[in-house]
């Protein structure tokens, strides 16, 4: 299956900066990724999907402004949580759909902690 | 997408077949039957999927009964590195464009020596 990579694996920051978590498709060319978050003991939870070129879509009450994704190239999406505060900590995955296959690939994830 | 409704957990021994139901009694006719696992702290790994037919792949195989209302993953000699929480998703798929994974609460399985 396709190889998707996630940088960092965790990370900690302080309330208030922002944080950028970068996920890429590093054997096959994505034109869809999709971001999850994960709070402990729970199911994965779908944020967005983005298409290579054009704007995120996000799901219904997961605010756009706070939760900034570019896909700028086939193979590099990334999320910036801003202004981070303790309740965005979280485990973040993101996730590679490959238009000619029907699996979907799953990034190992980044855990996200704001102090 | 349709819903699935799975055990919260099970136990296997080591090394027999683990057996995980579920149920998708509304799935739509362009709805595939999509298996993942997720060990602790990794991102989910696919499993096997498939529409109506059984299937099988080097890790497990996938039992969908005739009026696809429910389907069986098994897994055939499940090993301790098996111990994982298993998700079953219904997603549709047509002329090759997917839907989104949405995932459920899943089955934690516990393979136990």
Same mark, same amino acid.
């Given at each position: 299956?396709? &190889? ?9 920051? %302080?309330?208030?900066?922002? &944080? ?20 402990? %003991? ?10 290579? #070129? ?6 219904q009450? &997961? ?14 999406? $990334?999320? $910036? ?25 799953? #990034?190992? #994830?980044?855990?996200?902690? &704001?102090? | 997408?349709?819903? /699935?409704? !799975?055990?919260? +957990?099970?136990?296997? @021994? ?19 039957? =999509?298996?993942?696992? !997720?060990?602790? +702290? !990794?991102?989910? !790994? =696919?499993?096997?999927h498939?529409l109506?037919?059984?299937e099988?792949?080097?890790? @497990? ?7 696809? *209302? ?7 000699? @499940?090993?301790?590195?098996? /111990?994982?929480?298993? =998700?079953?998703?219904?997603? =549709? ?6 839907? *989104? ?8 399985? +516990?393979? *136990?020596?």
């Amino acid at each position: 299956g396709a &190889v998707v990579s996630q940088h960092p694996s965790w990370v900690i920051c %302080k309330s208030g900066t922002s &944080v950028k978590i970068e996920c890429r498709s590093l054997d096959f060319q994505a034109t869809t990724m999709f971001w999850y978050r994960q709070f402990p %003991k729970q199911s994965l939870m779908l944020m967005a999907t983005s298409n290579e #070129g054009s704007k995120a879509t996000y799901e219904q009450g &997961v605010e756009k402004d706070k939760f900034l994704i570019n896909h700028a190239s086939l193979t590099l999406s $990334t999320l $910036t949580v801003t202004s981070a505060h303790p309740e965005d900590s979280s485990f973040y995955i993101c996730s590679v759909r490959l238009q000619s296959y029907n699996e979907q690939f799953f #990034g190992p #994830g980044t855990r996200l902690t &704001v102090l | 997408d349709a819903k /699935t409704t !799975q055990p919260p +957990s099970m136990d296997c @021994a080591e090394g027999r077949a683990a057996n995980l139901p579920c149920n998708h009694s509304t799935i739509s006719g362009n709805e595939y039957v =999509y298996w993942y696992r !997720q060990i602790h +702290s !990794q991102g989910p !790994q =696919y499993i096997i999927h498939g529409l109506k037919n059984n299937e099988t792949n080097e890790m @497990a195989s996938l039992i969908i009964t005739e009026d696809r *209302k429910s389907s069986t993953l098994i897994l055939p000699h @499940a090993t301790l590195r098996d /111990t994982a929480v298993y =998700y079953c998703i219904v997603r =549709y798929m047509i002329y090759n464009q997917g839907g *989104k994974l949405i995932f459920g609460q899943g089955t934690e399985l +516990s393979v *136990k020596p």
